[in-house]
């Protein structure tokens, strides 16, 4: 399965946990309707799981939607790896590649 556009008007926010060599790291992508980036994030996560990692970066997705004045415009998704819509790490390279950088950062990049 490859990534979905989110309907005509709403925001989505991909986000994705990540356990690699015993670190945790979690990213999200914001995208609107043509799929166009619009926010993201990548960071180290205390999460000891793959899946507590994307609990925490869905925390941090929530964050960054509210704080840049998205929740006043545009209905938000939220899609997560571990949601029954699993979108493969094949078909979310971006998502995958800043949980990863996430892991190897002391320190939470937003953009």
């Known amino acids: 399965m490859s990534w979905r556009f989110p309907p005509r008007g709403w925001l989505k926010f991909n986000v994705c946990g990540v356990v690699f060599e015993a670190k945790a790291g979690g990213e999200g992508v914001l995208r609107d309707e043509d799929g166009v980036a619009r ?12 899946k507590l990692a994307e609990l925490n970066s ?16 545009c209905p938000l998704l939220i899609e997560v790896g ?3 819509v699993k979108v493969e790490h094949m078909g979310n ?11 190897k950062h002391s320190d939470t990049f937003k953009a």
Do not use: H, Q, R
């Open 58 to 73: 869905t925390g941090v997705a929530l964050e960054l939607y509210e704080g840049m004045g998205w929740a006043t415009c």
């Open 93 to 103: 390279e971006m998502a995958f590649a800043l949980a990863i950088a996430g892991v």
């Open 39 to 50: 926010a993201l994030f990548s960071g180290p996560s205390e999460a000891k799981d793959a």
């Open 82 to 84: 571990s949601n029954v």
